[in-house]
């Protein structure tokens, strides 16, 4: 869905933008196309921890154009992916050696969780150091 966006950048200063539709969500970055990627974060964060959240419908950008938060900035609008939301497990056929799925399976037993478990765990845990 796409929600409007306030970006504000002052000389010397890295971006800001903050998400409207989203109280208390806001980003930044040293580019404008890393600001905009770190949105997604933002709400993520903003959603951590709840159940059944049903996002807000984006805002008229009319509406936000004519904030007091819009003063000075520039308005854009974001495609956020709510796909985090969905908590129902589904699932996956994968192919791995079987060398590497019987060290998973060691590994995901010695720490107490299932190998489905680990493995999401562990592409999480890559995803964060992207």
């Keep these: 869905m796409l929600y409007p966006v306030i970006i504000h950048k002052d000389e010397g200063t890295d971006y800001g933008a903050i998400v409207p539709d989203f ?3 806001f980003s930044g970055g040293e580019t404008l196309e890393e600001t905009l990627t770190n949105i997604q974060d933002a709400i993520e964060t903003f959603y951590d921890g ?4 049903v996002p807000p419908h984006p805002s008229p950008l009319e509406k936000t154009l004519a904030s007091e938060d819009a003063h000075g900035g520039a308005v854009v609008l ?3 992916d ?3 939301l969905e908590k129902k497990a589904v699932p996956v056929n994968i192919t791995l050696p079987v060398w590497l799925r019987n060290r998973i399976d060691k590994a995901a037993k010695d720490t107490g969780v299932t190998r489905s478990r680990f ?3 562990a592409a999480q845990e890559a995803m964060r150091h992207m």
């Design 23 to 25: 109280p208390g969500v």
């Design 50 to 53: 709840e159940e059944g959240a």
């Design 78 to 80: 974001v495609d956020v």
């Design 82 to 84: 709510f796909d985090f």
């Design 119 to 121: 493995i999401a765990q």
